[in-house]
């Protein structure tokens, strides 16, 4: 399983498009949009668009696999698909093989922004939206309204 983040909106027909000119033929693919039910037969690969809070990052795309093999890295991969593709940013969990951040920092991504990847923060960003922090026993709210913080330019050899 893995999640992305985009820049701007795709409907179905789009992420049916972007996954064909990727993946193996004859894959078992399903595309969902938001709200939907899990399906009965949820394919080889499965993937639901869900909204965000954050109109700069407006859908995230959560891809199960099943029964099939898209090599290392595909989120990755995806990523700068769809980029060339759409003209879109899009953000990807961080993989630290690639590089090299905190492992127990949950707020790291990689942004694929204008074509180059960077090591972003997502840590109180619209993305997560409102939340509550327990810092030394005291519980306080945050309001989750930064935008995604793109910290250093990194390469990503994998690919």
Avoid: I
């Avoid at 891809?63 to 698909?81: F, I, K, N, S, T």
């Amino acid at each position: 399983m893995f999640s992305l983040t985009v820049s701007r909106p795709l409907s179905v027909a789009e992420v049916v498009a972007a996954f064909v000119a990727l993946a193996p033929s004859g894959l078992r693919l399903v595309v969902q949009p938001p709200g939907a039910d899990v399906p009965d037969d949820m394919g080889s690969l499965w993937a639901v668009l869900e909204p965000t809070e954050d109109p700069a990052w407006p859908l995230g795309l959560v891809v199960h696999v099943h029964e099939c093999d898209l090599g290392p890295y595909p989120d990755l991969r995806l990523a700068e698909h769809l980029g060339e593709r759409f003209g879109m940013d899009v953000l990807c969990g961080v993989d630290a093989s690639l590089v090299e951040v905190d492992p127990h920092d949950p707020y790291y991504a990689l942004a694929l922004v204008g074509g180059s990847w960077y090591l972003a923060s997502t840590a109180g960003t619209r993305l997560m939206g409102p939340y509550t922090v327990c810092d030394a026993g005291d519980l306080r709210n945050e309001p989750g309204d930064e935008p995604v913080k793109l910290l250093r330019p990194v390469v990503v050899h994998a690919l």
